[in-house]
């Protein structure tokens, strides 16, 4: 690939949003559909993927103090926002706010959860990543498809006319657009209480507008076709200062964990701050305990914020927020004890992302492992390895330990825990990165690690689908189960 297309993928990777990513796609597909009905819909009917449905379910909806799928719809019919796509929570007012609250009341709102029914089928990126929202009036119909990724609408029809179609759905069609053509998935409509009350800088990327979806998988794929080594070579032979917008995606990251540190509604982040970073004696030696402290702090911190809903804009990589805080403010925040250059910094960075990129274009944008242990941070450890001076082969060797380390576990959904799983891998990738330039890592051949770094994300592709995808299946059975049960706080 070449040093430019690398720029462009990594800038179109990044995307601002304020709250988590999925009841985020789901306000913007009702605000879609809602523009076009141009009236408040009588009823909406919402059909979303197994792991839409898992992320949505559980996680704090900016600026509301409480979570909830139709509570994101509802505030989709009265954001009249739809152009922020991801960052469309971000300036609802208190009064849109409670409309909001009074519309879900009413029960005006239908949650169906497509479930695969094929445990040997492959799940497509497309079945994986879909929501699908059909607002009603008393004569008028509108349906908005999202698919594939958080912001590729795929479909908006008023009345049985098309108003937008993309050119590929026709030729992956999802059962809940032609069920008797596609039999490898089922709808379920599924019950569950939602009775929680927890409270809970911006910059411009400059990317081309008509840089497509299809041109921006064409460039996932093709770096998929590219040997880690070389795309590295490829990273540090780009001027430093054309990097210089991760830096400020990573300030406004970090800031969420300024944020996160001073609320009063969080604990987490705090408490490790509280435990401390490094004793006096430590403070001008960066230790590989002071870096991973400081790494396990400001993300989880970050992480906490964002997970419990406070109003704080986050850039997200490859759709996921909390994969942005733990790329981005892993590194800066290891960075905050190592103190390498500027310019070294503004190349762990690069490194981290692309790492991240890398390894998510093998598994897809949604997983049933967690993102954040297998995909950011190994962007973590290698880019930490770089701020240490240490080498592509380095980077290869920690990568390998976070990736045998933390395959198995599991994402359960969107919520709180989120915040401990990204500190906690972090902060053990940024111990990795240690050790790996000392000459320790797990080892070629070892459990699901390759003989290659290729053949490593690889296996790990394989493990996660069609491996884990009837453990996809009992992790929402077990959160519903979570919905219904009596201790649950009303």
Do not use: W
């Not at 701020?387 to 045998?404: H, Q, W």
Request: hydrophobic letters at 40%; proline letters at 2%.
């Amino acid at each position: 690939m070449t040093k430019e297309n690398l720029i462009k993928l990594i800038k179109h990777e990044l995307t601002r949003t304020t709250g988590c990513t999925d009841p985020g796609v789901i306000c913007y597909a009702v605000a879609l559909g809602k523009k076009y009905l141009d009236k408040i819909p009588d009823k909406i009917e919402l059909n979303m993927s197994l792991n839409i449905f898992k992320n949505a379910l559980n996680v704090g909806i900016p600026g509301t103090g409480e979570i909830g799928i139709e509570l994101a719809a509802a505030l989709g019919v009265f954001s009249n926002n739809s152009d922020a796509k991801l960052s469309i929570l971000e300036g609802v007012s208190q009064e849109q706010i409670q409309a909001a609250k009074k519309y879900r009341s009413e029960g005006k709102i239908t949650v169906k959860c497509i479930i695969p029914d094929d445990q040997k089928a492959i799940i497509s990126p497309q079945d994986l990543l879909y929501v699908e929202a059909n607002l009603f009036s008393d004569k008028d119909r509108v349906k908005v498809v999202i698919h594939s990724d958080y912001t590729n609408v795929a479909l908006i029809e008023k009345n049985n006319t098309i108003i937008f179609k993309q050119d590929s759905l026709a030729e992956n069609k999802h059962p809940s657009l032609c069920e008797s053509e596609n039999k490898k998935m089922e709808n379920k409509n599924v019950q569950y209480k939602n009775n929680s009350s927890k409270d809970t800088g911006y910059f411009s990327l400059n990317i081309d507008d008509d840089f497509d979806e299809s041109s921006i998988n064409n460039l996932r794929n093709s770096l998929k076709k590219d040997r880690f080594e070389d795309i590295i070579k490829s990273i540090l032979e780009i001027e430093e200062t054309s990097f210089k917008f991760l830096f400020d995606a990573a300030k406004t990251n970090f800031e969420a964990a300024i944020s996160g540190l001073d609320s009063k509604n969080t604990r987490f982040g705090k408490s490790l701050s509280d435990i401390g970073f490094c004793s006096k004696s430590d403070e001008l030696r960066p230790t590989a305990c002071c870096a991973a402290r400081s790494v396990e702090t400001y993300t989880a911190a970050a992480g906490e914020a964002r997970m419990l809903g406070l109003p704080v804009p986050i850039m997200a990589l490859t759709g996921s927020g909390n994969q942005g805080i733990t790329a981005l403010v892993g590194v800066y925040s290891a960075n905050r004890r190592i103190d390498a250059s500027e310019n070294v910094l503004l190349q762990a960075l690069a490194i981290s992302a692309i790492t991240t990129i890398l390894v998510k274009s093998y598994l897809g944008r949604l997983t049933t492992i967690c993102g954040c242990a297998v995909a950011a941070s190994t962007g973590v450890a290698a880019g930490v390895v770089h701020l240490l001076g240490g080498r592509t082969k380095e980077m290869v060797d920690a990568i390998n330990s976070v990736i045998g380390t933390f395959a198995g576990l599991i994402c359960d959904g969107a919520k709180l825990s989120c915040a401990y799983k990204l500190s906690a891998t972090a902060s053990a990738a940024t111990e990795y990165a240690y050790l790996a330039v000392n000459g320790t890592s797990i080892p070629a051949g070892d459990g699901i690690v390759g003989y290659t770094i290729d053949e490593t994300f690889a296996n790990l592709a394989y493990l996660n689908n069609p491996g884990m995808v009837e453990t996809d299946k009992k992790i929402v059975d077990i959160l519903l189960k979570n919905t219904e049960s009596t201790h649950r706080n009303p």
